[in-house]
């Protein structure tokens, strides 16, 4: 499991999550930040600081969001 960044993101880009990440799984994309899966240890260090509140643990993503937990994964298989 990982933590997702999800759509209050968008546009946003605050950068506070890539500061605080010990393993540097965060990468910015065009339009919002996106955490590699394969690399996220599940800390919880870029939850607590993100000041949209965009990041959630896996299986806590909201309903609405849920389409967030694939554009995360897609975003490092290019």
């Known amino acids: 499991m990982a933590f997702i ?3 209050p993101c ?12 010990p393993v540097e799984c965060i990468e910015e994309g065009e339009d919002m ?3 590699d899966p394969e690399i996220c240890i599940d800390c919880g260090a ?3 600081v993100c ?6 643990h896996e299986d806590d993503v909201p309903d ?5 937990i694939q554009l995360n994964r ?3 298989k290019s």
């Open 10 to 21: 968008k546009d946003e880009k605050a950068a506070e999550c890539v500061d605080v990440c």
């Open 51 to 56: 000041p949209v509140e965009a990041i959630y």
């Open 46 to 48: 870029c939850e607590a």
């Open 33 to 35: 930040f996106y955490i």
């Open 64 to 68: 609405g969001e849920k389409d967030y």
């Open 74 to 76: 897609d975003f490092f």
């Open 5 to 7: 960044i999800t759509s």
